[in-house]
């Protein structure tokens, strides 16, 4: 029987698997098949790792990712972060209990060891538990937000916007810092033994930041750490689930082997497009829509919609069928499991 | 910004345009450029020659603050701008509009329509629903915004003192959402669902959503809700 971690390697080296490799990003829907809460799911890595392997093993997806929350990486810095019961975690900077107040704040920011530092070395356990559990079997990936997406999340994503323009030095000081500190955390994630780790690099996208900002105020900082990632023989793999992302700067910057995305790239038209244009310069991951399917929908819904990315992106392999962001959180399971069986179903190797 | 160069901008621009001898229309289009390129100085200085020359300040605002402002939304739509240019530009606006509207007589502003606007309750992202509110207004929509984490009951409640025609909702999240059903309920609880359109969008919702919940529209990006709103205040004036 073909394990999904030998479905994966194939997939990510363009050779035909058994099946396409399914992998619906459960992360914190996870907690509901261990039968916790969210806001103890969020605090607990133990916790964490056990329901990502129970929800695995009921699932059947072919891998694990180690999201947890977009607060996790700005937690690190003493931002603080709030923890519903039943709903992800947040970074109280929405609410204006900012961590960076004023322009002046950001050179305020100290480096921080990522290892003692909160959150974080709950994920780097994490991604220990499941490499020592399930290692041999189902690849898992880590997770790592960007510096600047990082950054908003202790100062919100308008403020920062505005800040860049007039107070561009203080931003792009405050960016070194927390580029340094997320370096470490990317490799301290790699000395655990994943094979991969993701970094979501979602500014790289046209309702957001143009090219040119994203060029100066993420890819050229962000991309050491991808060279840190390739140096531990790990994989880069980028995530992006913004409108339009720039496949193109992306991939320029951070030589990806795989992309994990939602809405098609900025410079294409469709699901055919996109196979075409950057089917073979990355492995594409994706596209199952989260917002019009994979939540609303019903499991036959959910495989008729896989069926039709299989046809499109399957064939050549250098697929990976998942949702374009993380599991709902609050979808029905089933949906998840659907996934899997349209990939059984629809995604069967040798495809024409 | 220090007082001092504010005054010398405003020197620098007199000049400039004193020597010109601008015509209202040139003054319009002005001001309008300036929106579009996020100046703020240049739309408040813009603004204050509006009052010197009596020219009609809610035409200003139309013709060239909210003119510039709809440009900005569709080079938004088009990747032609991004977040700090759209910023930007919105500060210009407010900047222009803060220096006209004192000036204009209530009477003289047609209704459009009333958008209550929020993010829902346990969600407090909200930079798409500050973006649609900037864009609701340039397009002359009267917007109450009730901000991020709204509680259900407060939208309902303020659509009904304000009178407001729309309910406008989004949320990025999944867990969040249903809290946008929850608003639709209190609409038929109340008796007034007739009386209220609502319109969702965000990260986490869809069109299939909005149906499931039996929203009236959905916004896929935040120029399509400007559309949307329109479209729903036009089917409330026929009738409909």
């Known amino acids: ?352 | 910004m220090h007082q001092g160069r504010i005054e010398e901008k405003f020197k620098k621009n007199n000049v400039i345009y004193n020597r010109k001898q601008m015509s209202q229309e040139e003054i319009l289009a002005e001001l309008a450029k300036a929106v579009i390129d996020g100046d703020v100085d240049k739309a408040k200085y813009l603004a204050h020659k509006v009052l010197e020359l009596k020219i009609d300040p809610y035409k200003a605002i139309m013709d060239g603050c909210a003119a510039g402002m709809r440009i900005v939304g569709e080079k938004y739509q088009n990747g032609e701008m991004f977040i700090p240019e759209l910023l930007y530009s919105a500060e210009a606006m407010y900047a222009a509009t803060d220096v006209l509207s004192p000036h204009i007589k209530a009477e003289k502003i047609p209704y459009s329509g009333k958008v209550v606007i929020g993010v829902v309750e346990g969600d407090i992202h909200d930079i798409g629903k500050n973006i649609l509110v900037t864009l609701l207004k340039a397009s002359g929509f009267e917007v109450v915004d009730l901000g991020r984490d709204v509680p259900t009951k407060d939208f309902v409640q303020k659509a009904k003192d304000e009178k407001a025609e729309i309910i406008a909702m989004s949320t990025l999240m999944t867990t969040t959402a249903p809290g946008m059903k929850k608003v639709i309920d209190v609409l038929y609880e109340e008796g007034i669902r007739d009386k209220v359109k609502t319109i969702i969008g965000g990260a986490a919702v869809s069109k299939e959503f909005a149906k499931a919940i039996g929203a009236d529209a959905y916004g896929e990006e935040v120029v399509d809700g400007v559309e949307m709103v329109k479209n729903l205040m036009s089917s409330i004036k026929r009738g409909g």
């Open chain 1, 1 to 352: 029987m073909v394990k999904p971690i030998e479905r994966v390697v194939a997939a990510l080296t363009y050779k035909d698997p058994d099946r396409v490799p399914a992998a619906p990003l459960v992360c914190g829907a996870s907690r509901r098949v261990y039968g916790v809460t969210y806001d103890v799911w969020s605090r607990d890595p133990v916790i964490a790792a056990k329901s990502l392997i129970a929800a695995q093993e009921l699932i059947g997806f072919d891998g694990f990712l180690t999201l947890v929350d977009l607060s996790v990486e700005p937690a690190a810095f003493g931002q603080k972060v709030l923890y519903p019961v039943e709903s992800t975690a947040l970074s109280a900077a929405f609410k204006g209990d900012m961590l960076i107040k004023s322009v002046d704040d950001y050179d305020k920011l100290e480096y921080v060891d990522p290892k003692k530092a909160d959150r974080m070395r709950d994920v780097i356990k994490i991604c220990e538990i499941l490499v020592q559990a399930k290692g041999k079997e189902v690849p898992t990936l880590g997770f790592v937000y960007g510096p600047a997406g990082t950054l908003s999340m202790m100062r919100t994503l308008e403020k920062l916007s505005l800040d860049l323009v007039k107070n561009k030095s203080a931003v792009l000081k405050g960016l070194k810092i927390v580029n340094d500190v997320l370096f470490d955390y990317a490799k301290a994630q790699c000395e655990t033994g994943v094979p991969g780790v993701v970094l979501d690099v979602l500014y790289a996208s046209k309702m957001i930041w143009s090219r040119k900002t994203y060029d100066e105020f993420e890819g050229q900082l962000c991309s050491k750490i991808a060279d840190e990632i390739r140096k531990h023989n790990a994989l880069v793999v980028l995530h992006n689930c913004g409108h339009g992302p720039f496949f193109d700067t992306m991939i320029s910057w951070y030589k990806p082997a795989a992309i994990s995305f939602h809405y098609v790239p900025d410079d294409c038209k469709d699901y055919a497009d996109t196979k075409e244009k950057y089917g073979k310069k990355t492995v594409l991951i994706g596209q199952a829509d989260n917002p019009k399917v994979i939540y609303p929908g019903t499991p036959e819904e959910v495989m008729n919609h896989c069926a039709e990315q299989i046809k499109v992106y399957g064939p050549g392999s250098g697929f990976i069928l998942a949702t374009g962001c993380e599991f709902p959180p609050n979808a029905s399971l089933l949906n998840a499991r659907a996934m899997i069986e349209a990939a059984e179903k629809y995604g069967k190797y040798p495809m024409a």
